[in-house]
Nanobody, 122 residues
């Protein structure tokens, strides 16, 4: 599967952004989808994931209640709605896919999107 992420940009603290990821392929609904992020000088970290089977969403402890992941299997897309953004949310955000399961570990991701930059100014 190929993933194409978009929607990043520059926003002031407290603002919102919506990231979107479009996936190719006819089996999108069978993939667990997720978002990770990587700030300069830091390791890539889990942000949120949504299961393939029942659409259950999971958030990292660092973004409870501020970020919401969703998917549209009819359109082969997954989105990340980010509210109440903070400067520490600044990072490159990556869309991720794994057949049949979700994961919070970057090493278990099967497919990565190209990344989209999110910058939050104070």
């Amino acid at each position: 599967v190929q993933l194409q992420a978009c929607g990043g940009g520059l926003v002031q603290a407290g603002g919102s952004l919506r990231l979107s990821c479009a996936a190719s392929g006819r089996t999108f609904s069978s993939y667990g989808m997720g978002w990770f992020r990587q700030a300069p000088g830091k390791e890539r970290e889990f942000v949120a994931a949504i299961s393939s089977s029942n659409g259950v969403a999971y958030n990292a402890d660092s973004v409870p209640g501020r970020f919401t992941i969703s998917r549209d299997n009819a359109k082969n897309t997954v989105a990340l709605q980010m509210n109440s953004l903070k400067p520490e949310d600044t990072a490159v955000y990556y869309c991720a896919a794994r057949p049949n399961r979700i994961t919070s570990r970057p090493r278990d991701v099967s497919y990565w999107g190209q990344g989209t930059q999110v910058t939050v100014s104070s």
